[in-house]
């Protein structure tokens, strides 16, 4: 099994910053990919970005250019840092944990990310 524990959401204005943090404990496969989600009100949950074990990302085309998803392996915790936020941006935020063997993950428990305008 493994834990997945979020932190850093919140209420931020257009044009701001917000970084977010997702610890992963328990039995962590060294190879892996860990991930943010997000899912606005009425949609489905979508991928924003993710980074492998070995430091490959990727990002949607919404959050290109504003986003940057990094990782510490020896923490096992991946960040996202948010700027120039918009409120589209706005929506619950999951991060995924999965081993790369794996089809599926497991998901954190998600924190709110409110943008006003």
């Known amino acids: 099994q493994v834990q997945l524990v979020e932190s850093g959401g919140g209420l931020v204005q257009a044009g701001g910053s917000l970084r977010l943090s997702c610890a992963a404990s328990g039995s962590i496969f060294s190879t892996n990919v860990m991930g943010w989600y997000r899912q606005a009100p009425g949609k489905q949950r979508e991928l924003v970005a993710d980074i492998t074990s070995g430091g490959s990302t990727n990002y949607a085309d919404s959050v290109k250019g504003r986003f940057t998803i990094s990782r510490d392996n020896a923490k096992n915790t991946v960040y996202l840092q948010m700027n120039s936020l918009k409120p589209e941006d706005t929506a619950v935020y999951y991060c995924?944990?999965?081993?790369?063997?794996?089809?599926?993950?497991?998901w954190g428990q998600g924190t709110q990310v409110t943008v006003s305008s």
């Open positions: 995924n944990y999965r081993p790369t063997s794996y089809s599926r993950g497991y």
